[in-house]
């Protein structure tokens, strides 16, 4: 007997993450603009990126323990990466970026270490089709491989 799935598989960590603030070009909940325009000297894609309306930011809030909030984040990742997979091949498609900002805290965990492993896997999964994953974290001081400061992001 053939049955239709009506549902997804369930997801117990379902509600670690909140949505704050649905993908959007202008983020009203979080102050990047100065910031943005400083990486644009390090991404020679950032600043057209920005000029076609192809840079959007979603942002969550963590509500969950720091387990729930990394199988969320990856969650989140895998919902952002399927959005731009089929845009890439689109004009200006290699323009597309989409950001995910986390707000708030996991007990015990920094934002760094919530990141860690759904980057990797997100990295490892989705370089191979050109989906590029970046990871940026509040006061993260980092340099290009030519010794400049890249921006602390916000």
Not at 7 to 16: I, K, L, M, V
Not at 65 to 94: I, K, M, T, Y
Request: proline share 8%; with cysteine; charged share 15%.
């Amino acid at each position: 007997m053939n049955r239709t799935r009506t549902s997804a598989a369930p997801r117990p960590t379902a509600g670690a993450l909140r949505l704050v603030e649905a993908s959007t070009t202008a983020p009203a909940t979080i102050h990047i603009s100065a910031y943005v325009r400083q990486m644009t000297a390090h991404c020679p894609y950032l600043a057209p990126s920005l000029q076609q309306g192809l840079t959007t930011w979603t942002v969550y809030g963590a509500e969950g323990d720091p387990a729930a909030v990394e199988a969320e984040l990856f969650h989140a990742g895998v919902q952002a990466a399927e959005w731009l997979r089929p845009l890439l091949n689109r004009p200006h498609g290699s323009l597309r970026c989409e950001n995910i900002v986390l707000l708030g805290d996991a007990p015990g965990a920094r934002h760094r270490d919530l990141l860690a492993w759904p980057h990797w896997v997100l990295k490892n999964l989705y370089g191979p089709v050109g989906i590029m994953f970046g990871k940026f974290h509040a006061g993260e001081e980092e340099t290009t491989r030519a010794g400049a400061r890249i921006p602390a992001a916000p």
